[in-house]
């Protein structure tokens, strides 16, 4: 059986809630567990924080023993040279997502300081893109 991690970074806790135009009005929970239904036979579980430092202590956690992680690391991904170099420093591919096309938006979300690291990356398909990521270590 996988082992695939989802990681969500900073304020992705409030899906559903904040800015429902570009992020949707379902929140993460109802989807994770919709996933978990859909992918019985891949042991997928879920991390969220709006601390850079968390999501890089779990990256180092995880990254020598799954299979795969999905990561929208929210706007981390534009700031956040620590936590690409986290995921130049584990073996665990991951795949980097975003749930709306960050190139249709502000000119400072077009740049990732994550996906050179990455195995891939996938935006702009909301809350699919996650399924997508998953698929893609399937």
Same mark, same amino acid.
């Given at each position: 059986?996988?082992?695939?991690?989802?990681?969500?970074?900073?304020?992705?806790?409030?899906?559903?809630?904040?800015?429902?135009?570009?992020?949707?009005?379902?929140?993460?929970?109802?989807?994770?567990?919709?996933?978990?239904?859909?992918?019985?036979?891949?042991?997928?579980?879920?991390?969220?924080?709006?601390?850079?430092?968390?999501?890089?202590?779990?990256?180092?956690? @995880?990254?020598?023993?799954?299979?795969?992680?999905?990561?929208? /690391?929210?706007?981390?991904?534009?700031?956040?040279?620590?936590?690409?170099? /986290?995921?130049?420093?584990?073996?665990?591919? @991951?795949?980097? @997502?975003?749930?709306?096309?960050?190139?249709?938006?502000?000119?400072?979300?077009?740049?990732?300081?994550?996906?050179?690291?990455?195995?891939?990356?996938?935006?702009?398909?909301?809350?699919?893109?996650?399924?997508?990521?998953?698929?893609?270590?399937?």
């Amino acid at each position: 059986m996988k082992k695939i991690l989802i990681i969500n970074g900073p304020n992705l806790n409030l899906l559903g809630v904040r800015e429902k135009s570009v992020y949707g009005d379902r929140d993460f929970q109802s989807y994770f567990e919709e996933l978990k239904t859909e992918y019985e036979d891949v042991d997928l579980s879920y991390f969220q924080s709006n601390h850079e430092g968390a999501i890089i202590d779990m990256l180092h956690e @995880v990254g020598f023993s799954y299979d795969g992680i999905v990561l929208n /690391a929210g706007a981390y991904t534009h700031t956040s040279v620590a936590i690409g170099d /986290a995921i130049a420093a584990i073996e665990t591919p @991951v795949v980097e @997502v975003h749930i709306s096309n960050v190139h249709k938006r502000e000119t400072f979300r077009h740049h990732s300081y994550l996906a050179k690291n990455c195995v891939g990356v996938i935006c702009g398909f909301g809350l699919g893109s996650y399924r997508l990521g998953l698929q893609s270590f399937l």
